[in-house]
Structures are given as structure tokens and as C-alpha cells.
């Protein structure tokens, strides 16, 4: 079973920056994808960022565009997202998501709080 860490979140102030990391148990190269989800209360879940596990492909939700940047560390098997000039409406538990190929399956973590206050 693969397991997916989430650390790096917390409250900061509009403006602010923090950046959440998400640690696999296993390479994430056995992944086709890798991404972070959020989800405010009384809202549905919603992809904000994700990345293709080889290659530079990348893709974001149109709101996070130009503040939220994720990458990768394959020697690490960890994916970060770097989330600068956060907004309150960024508030939301994020969760990591990892995609595997072949037995096809879906991983989620425990999931990480950010609040940003006005």
C-alpha cells in the first residue's frame, strides 16, 4: 500500500507563502501523475496543481496561476507546492494525489491545513 505524507501547512497572512510537501513511500517514477487537491468547507474538492512524474509537464487551476508553483524531487520521491501571495479563499485542507498506472489506482493523503487570514 502506498502512503502519502503531507507536511508544510499552516496559518499565515494574506501575502504570505508556505510551502507543502508530500512524501511517497515508494519512487514516484512508478507514477504517471502527482498532484494537490484542495477543499473548502461546503465546497468540492478541486485539482490545483499537477505534474507528470518524467517530463516538465505541468498544469493549474486558473485562480493559482502565476503564485503556486509545483515541482518535484524524484531522489526524494517527494513533490512540493510552493504557494506564494496567498489569498483567504486559498483556505482549505490540501491533499496530495499520486495516479498509478498499471494495476490502475488512486492515492490520497491525510490531507494538510492551510488557513490565510485577511
Known amino acids: 500500500q502506498v502512503q502519502l505524507v503531507e507536511s508544510g501547512g499552516g496559518l499565515v497572512q494574506g501575502g504570505g507563502s508556505l510551502r507543502l510537501s508530500c512524501a511517497a513511500s515508494?519512487?514516484?517514477?512508478?507514477?504517471?501523475?502527482m498532484g494537490w487537491y484542495r477543499q473548502a468547507p461546503g465546497k468540492q474538492r478541486e485539482l490545483v496543481a499537477i505534474l507528470a512524474t518524467t517530463g516538465f509537464s505541468t498544469n493549474y487551476l486558473d485562480s493559482v496561476k502565476g503564485r503556486f508553483t509545483i515541482s518535484r524531487d524524484n531522489a526524494k520521491n517527494t513533490v512540493y507546492l510552493q504557494m506564494n501571495n496567498l489569498k483567504p479563499e486559498d483556505t482549505a485542507v490540501y491533499y496530495c494525489?499520486?495516479?498509478?498506472?498499471?494495476?490502475?489506482?488512486?492515492?490520497w493523503g491525510q490531507g494538510t491545513q492551510v488557513t490565510v487570514s485577511s
Open positions: 515508494r519512487s514516484i517514477s512508478s507514477f504517471t501523475s
Open positions: 494525489n499520486a495516479n498509478q498506472p498499471l494495476p490502475r489506482a488512486t492515492y
